[in-house]
């Protein structure tokens, strides 16, 4: 099987191996687990509960009335202790549910119910009410990616489990412990879009994940499943981008300021379809993740289970994660696209793929250098930009020419980042250009 892939991209250490073939563990329930009320790109949600109120695992925390939005549910019997604002891991103080759980109940069982009669709207439905969001990144609520408006239709879907970040290896873990779950998901995904063609997407340094699901989808009763493809992907960053993903799977483009949907196209990763599998089965909302504990600083490294709301210091405090030396730096996310954090009490949220600990070696700290126009960061970028034009005009104000330079195109990769010598924090001057193009509007 060929491998295909995009143009542009690098080839960071991948360190994948310290977490890779680590059992996929359970973690314990967090004492108290803060929940932020929006952890979505939409509408923010409102509080439903208030202090005092005694709450059940899975009773809806907030919502909020508009469609692009997403719930967010209690991941344990408890009490509410505060509604008051918490460190959100990417946004910074944000309010937040505080539930004190009850110790002496115990989890919730849910049960599997009969699927082969709800209709896609009833399917988009369940998955709304359970709160599932992209789990890959972007936290997009995903009944609103599954309703798809009138006068478009979704011919190719693809199924993400590239899992290109460095580290990462949480979906590598979901997709060789849960290759049938997975697999009801897409189907329940199948029934809802109807596409022509799905396509499994796989790196090739995840062998164990193909065949996984090549021996399942042979072994299918399933009709739907039967005519799914499992590509191979190079291994190259940022091969899990949708945009890289379509251009490396089907050759075409999804032009500048436009979408997937534009073209025909649907990407969903596996965290996700597994999320799916749970909402429409089990009426399961989305509580809980596989989260990767990985760096060079801890012991026990692995993927586990983890409650939506435990935060960084349970997992150091509870999960036997011990950190044998002092963490330089702790990453929610991967190295090239997470978030650096000041402290350790930050919750887990629905699309905290991996916690990394890493020392001042692998934290690199560099000083900044004077760019010396070797166009690495032009020939790495994945869409095209021109990172080193977009840096000067930021450097002197030309924001006007900063629309013409296509600066909202970028998927703040940090390929750009990675292969400069020089240093120079580009993807620091993106954001700042397309903040300032955001305000100008
Ligand atoms: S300019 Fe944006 S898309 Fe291009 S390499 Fe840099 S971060 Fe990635
Ligand atoms: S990679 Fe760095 S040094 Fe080279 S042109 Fe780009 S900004 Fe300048």
């Known amino acids: 099987m060929k491998a295909l892939t995009f143009p542009g991209g690098v080839h960071p250490p991948y360190y994948k191996a310290i977490s890779m073939s680590e059992p996929l563990r359970g973690a314990p329930l967090p004492l108290i687990a803060v929940i932020p009320l929006s952890q979505h790109i939409g509408a923010p949600n409102e509080p439903l509960v208030k202090k005092g109120d005694h709450v059940e695992e899975g009773q809806v925390l907030g919502k909020s009335g508009s469609f692009v939005s997403s719930p967010v549910h209690s991941p344990v019997y408890g009490k509410v202790l505060e509604i008051k604002k918490a460190f959100h891991p990417v946004m910074g103080?944000?309010?937040?549910?505080?539930?004190?759980?009850?110790?002496?109940?115990?989890?919730?069982?849910?049960?599997?119910?009969?699927?082969?009669?709800?209709?896609?709207?009833?399917?988009?439905?369940?998955?709304?009410?359970?709160?599932?969001?992209?789990?890959?990144?972007?936290?997009?609520?995903?009944?609103?990616?599954?309703?798809?408006?009138?006068?478009?239709?979704?011919?190719?879907?693809?199924?993400?489990?590239?899992?290109?970040?460095?580290y990462l290896t949480c979906d590598h873990a979901v997709m060789t412990r849960r290759t049938q779950e997975i697999l009801k998901g897409i189907e329940i995904v199948i029934r809802i879009l109807q596409p022509k063609n799905t396509y499994i997407?796989?790196?090739?340094?995840?062998?164990?994940?193909?065949?996984?699901?090549?021996?399942?989808?042979?072994?299918?009763?399933?009709?739907?499943?039967?005519?799914?493809?499992?590509?191979?992907l190079k291994t190259k960053y940022p091969q899990g981008g949708e945009k890289q993903l379509i251009k490396a799977i089907s050759g075409r483009e999804v032009p500048p300021g436009k979408l997937p949907l534009d073209?025909?196209?649907?990407?969903?990763?596996?965290?996700?379809?597994?999320?799916?599998?749970e909402a429409v089965y089990f009426n399961k909302p989305l509580i809980e993740r596989v989260v990767t504990i990985s760096g060079d600083c801890l012991n026990r490294p692995g993927n586990y289970f983890v409650k939506i709301g435990a935060t960084v210091r349970d997992i150091v405090e509870q999960y036997g994660v011990e950190l044998y030396r002092e963490p330089k730096k702790i990453i929610v996310g991967g190295p090239m696209m997470g978030f650096a954090q000041p402290h350790m009490d930050v919750p887990i949220l629905k699309n905290t793929s991996g916690i990394l600990f890493l020392s001042e070696q692998r934290a690199r700290y560099f000083?900044?250098?004077?760019?010396?126009?070797?166009?690495?960061?032009?020939?790495?970028?994945?869409?095209?930009l021109v990172p080193t034009d977009i840096m000067k005009n930021v450097r002197k104000g030309y924001w006007d020419r900063l629309e013409k330079l296509h600066v909202t195109d970028c998927i703040e990769c940090?390929?750009?980042?990675?292969?400069?010598?020089?240093?120079?924090?580009?993807?620091?001057?993106?954001k700042d250009a397309k903040s300032v193009i955001e305000g100008r509007k």
């Open 367 to 384: 000083e900044e250098r004077q760019c010396i126009k070797c166009a690495r960061c032009v020939d790495v970028c994945p869409v095209n």
């Open 414 to 430: 940090g390929a750009c980042m990675y292969s400069c010598p020089a240093r120079i924090p580009l993807v620091q001057y993106i």
């Open 263 to 277: 073209i025909g196209f649907l990407v969903q990763n596996v965290g996700t379809l597994y999320a799916i599998y």
């Open 201 to 232: 997407a796989i790196e090739d340094n995840k062998k164990s994940a193909i065949f996984a699901f090549q021996r399942m989808i042979k072994e299918s009763t399933y009709k739907a499943l039967l005519g799914i493809q499992v590509v191979l």
């Open 93 to 166: 103080p944000t309010l937040s549910v505080f539930i004190e759980r009850n110790k002496n109940k115990e989890p919730r069982g849910y049960v599997e119910q009969d699927v082969e009669e709800f209709s896609p709207r009833e399917l988009i439905e369940k998955i709304r009410n359970a709160g599932v969001v992209g789990m890959g990144g972007a936290a997009f609520p995903t009944h609103v990616k599954l309703s798809v408006p009138e006068g478009k239709k979704i011919e190719t879907l693809i199924i993400n489990g590239a899992e290109c970040e460095p």
